[in-house]
């Protein structure tokens, strides 16, 4: 797909991570809309980018804010569900106070977040693009967590659930022309990274990482245009990690 003149809906768009895919994007040629539940965030975008306030959680939301997409520009072309929060609890902890045992809500809350908002938007973009006969692309932000990460039962089975709707959605949607994939970062310097990860642990992810260091936004957000832009890679979960295994 052509990225320049493109109309692409990013979710969790307003800062870190989404904020930079979607700077990247609007940077090659697109027409970036926003998807965000953060006000401030959203009034501190720049005017190149329309910022759209949602719960990506609620289906009625969802369909409404692609609606809305495609009254206005024609048609939705790429969304890129990056939406979701850095959750970490082991599911044993012996010096809880509160009970030992991983919060069953918290678990819930956490793939609601992480996992069925990526069904709940994608399901209102795919009917859009199916119903305008738009050759669209998906692109789901998944994580290395996705493999199994020790400390993040929760966030590492969401992700997980992402890689696999990713590919189911391949096969099921090429028929239509439209391409699903997944952009799976490694550790990456973000404010929600460091803001999870103490320092000594950063150090410890930087010296089993073959690279060295953490990766940046910004090389997270050229893999994501690089599946956009080539129109034979579908199905595929890209790993974005420095070479990092856990």
């Known amino acids: 797909m052509q990225i320049d003149g493109a109309v692409a809906l990013v979710t969790g768009g307003a800062k870190g991570l989404g904020r930079a895919i979607a700077g990247h994007l609007q940077g090659l040629g697109a027409t970036v809309v926003v998807a965000d539940r953060d006000h401030a965030a959203l009034d501190a975008l720049p005017a190149e980018l329309s910022g759209k306030c949602i719960d990506v959680t609620r ?25 979701g929060v850095i959750f970490s609890e082991p599911l044993v902890n012996i010096m809880n106070p509160n009970g030992i045992m991983h919060d069953y809500g918290r678990f819930r809350d956490s793939l609601t977040l992480n996992l069925d908002s990526v069904f709940i938007m994608t399901s209102a973009a795919v009917e859009q693009m199916i119903m305008r006969r738009t050759r669209g692309v998906i692109v789901n932000i998944s994580s290395i967590s996705a493999c199994g990460n020790e400390g993040q039962t929760a966030y590492s089975a969401a992700k997980a659930g992402v890689n696999a709707m990713t590919v189911t959605w391949s096969k ?13 970062p490694g550790f990456i310097g973000t404010e929600s990274t460091r803001g999870a990860l103490n320092e000594a642990h950063i150090r410890h992810i930087q010296e089993n990482t073959p690279l060295r260091r953490l990766g940046a936004a910004d090389e997270v957000a050229q893999a994501v245009a690089a599946v956009i832009g080539n129109d034979f890679i579908n199905g595929v979960i890209l790993d974005v990690n420095g070479g990092l295994t856990i």
């Open 59 to 83: 289906p009625e939301e969802a369909r409404s804010l692609v609606a809305a997409i495609v009254e206005e520009h024609g048609r939705i072309d790429v969304l890129i569900n990056n939406a």
């Open 172 to 184: 099921e949607l090429g028929r239509w022309g439209i391409r699903c994939n997944a952009v799976a």
